[in-house]
């Protein structure tokens, strides 16, 4: 969501903080600004919409300094306007960035209009700010006032500060959303996520709840949530700018669709022997703890609780283990049986998903909770620092705002989970050693699957006028639907639900007509030809058919019914595979809407408020 950037440096900071907020664009915002000291005085200039509105608003009136902060905010607290917008001021003399929602802002907003304070916006930052004031007047610290301040602050925040009366420092806060600091010769950065900073640095500290940070050209020196002086280490990233860079694709979405023969494979590297799933969870006796594993629950949202949904599936199936899967931002809200020998089990991109790891807090003080993992993308992420466990999937930045490498890889990293549950069971070693023997065709089934691009950008015409699309699957392929739908609904705008096909009979069946396009996943499953019984009832109602059929499948294309073949796939590989057509046909859909298809509207990468 909300990116921050900030910087304490002997150069001026301007154009490294509006560089750093156009690296964070994917996020999802809504307006942008900046606040520089410069001769003592704080400047800000504000804009709505985009960072190019801002760098516009920036040449027209330049400002310029060597301490400074900036912001890409997505509304929650107030509409989008240039008022609500970030940085906020208390007077001259104190200006904040804030990432989160402030649970109790408006009791703050009742203490520091007591004091006398105004306000000029409908933020709950702006409470934050005149707080920090008040405590800065009293105390003459700006470090002392951010603690201070914090100390009254509920809720989940990422704060950066700077004051008039403190030119050469930036104070920076962290509980519950992420924040780095970026480390310098002579200069120090922060930023919500590296990406903002590798023009400039590769090394990061990653701040821990309860820090207070204070920064300065030649010193960053940290306080944990006690107060107490801590050191955090510095850890050199590999990340380099080539995932900020588009090369000969149109979107970053098309971009990291066609990256994903190489992001599953990246994931498998070194961690399958010819028929084995050998270590790829990091962790103290991972594989002694699986062996006790006797029930999982998983932890999810969005795209990820869909890639849950198909690991549930493949261990019940495979394992005999029993499953549930809970959205986390229910799953934190309600109570749960108590477990036996539980591996609570959470999935995100980011690793900074704020239900989950809410719901991770909650599932690691459960009655039953043996252990937990986090399948992750981010190696240094709060989810995997939280868990016991991890499974890092690999996959590179993603950088669009609609899942799609992070969602394979997520689902390959399940497949070797899989595998590793049935290993250390020993209960079907034949069943074990077919599981990897299939995943390592994955990237070449990726490929062939990408290959039929051409005939889904000609279909994809046919959806132009359309304003809702159904999806079906059975069996496994159901959450693939379920993706399906997500996907196009994200970034073309069309309604799109899932069904499980069977249900259709059960109520969906009353929006079937000609205008109504159906979309069907139809590997050659046991349950295919229970499906194909589902598609007929959609023909005979003149429903419009579009089925992604394995090549053996036994089908033919007519008036209505429209058919993409894909190459034989393994059963346990099909989810995998056929979730790639769909990504395909909601990028072209999306392409033919004209839509922001890596920033669609109201939707930010990485979801870190409740």
Known sequence: ????????????????????????????????????????????????????????????????????????????HGKPAECNAHPHFSGERVAIVHNGIIDNYEAVRRRVAALGYPFESETDTEVVV?????????????????????????????????????PDTLVVARQGNPLVVGVGLGEHFIASDVQALL???????????????????????????????????????????????????????????YEQPSAVASTLDGRLSADEVLGCINGADA???LAEVEEVQFIACGTSYHAGLIGKHWIET??????????????????????????????????????????LE????????????????????????????????????????ASTKAFTTQLVALQMLTGLLL?????NPTLAKQLVQDMHQLPQLIEQALALNPQIEQLSERFLEKQHALYLGRGEQYPVAMEGALKLKEISYIHAEAYAAGELKHGPLALVDSEMPVVAVAPNTLLLEKLKSNLEVVRARGG???????????????DNLHLVRLPAVPELLAPIVYSVPLQLLAYHVAILKGTDVDKPRNLAKSVTVE
């Open 362 to 401: 909650k599932a690691k003080s459960s009655q039953g909770c043996l252990s937990t993992l986090t399948i992750c993308n981010v190696a240094a992420s709060s989810l995997v620092r939280e868990s016991e466990l991890s499974l890092l999937t690999h996959a590179g930045p993603e950088i669009g705002v």
């Open 199 to 257: 023009p400039v640095t590769n090394r990061f500290i990653y701040l821990e709840n309860g820090d207070v940070g204070l920064l300065k050209t030649h010193e960053v020196t940290l306080y944990d949530a006690q107060g107490e002086p801590v050191e955090r280490p510095v850890q050199e990233s590999t990340a380099t700018d080539s995932s900020t860079d588009l090369g000969e694709y149109r979107h970053f979405m098309l971009k990291e669709i």
């Open 287 to 289: 594989k002694a703890l």
């Open 1 to 76: 969501m909300c990116g921050i950037v900030g910087a304490v440096a002997q150069r001026p900071v301007t154009e490294i903080l509006v560089e750093g907020l156009r690296r964070l664009e994917y996020r999802g915002y809504d307006s942008a600004g900046v606040a520089v000291l410069a001769d003592g005085q704080l400047r800000r200039v504000r804009a709505l919409g985009k960072v190019i509105e801002l760098e516009t608003r920036l040449a027209r009136e330049p400002v310029t300094g060597l301490t400074g902060i900036a912001h890409t905010r997505w509304a929650t």
């Open 130 to 166: 005149h707080l920090i004031d008040h405590f800065l007047q009293r105390e003459g610290s700006l470090l002392q006032a951010v603690t201070l301040a914090c100390q009254e602050l509920e809720g989940a925040y990422a704060l950066a500060v700077v004051a008039s009366a403190e």
């Open 544 to 558: 419009e058919l579009y089925v992604f059929a394995d090549e053996a499948v036994a089908l033919e294309s007519a």
């Open 318 to 359: 495979l394992t005999d283990i029993p499953c549930r899967i809970e959205v986390a931002s229910e799953y934190r809200y309600r109570h749960q049986p108590t477990g036996r020998n539980m591996l609570v089990i959470t999935l995100s991109q980011s690793g900074e998903t704020a239900d989950t790891l809410a719901a």
């Open 423 to 427: 290993q250390v069971r020993g209960t």
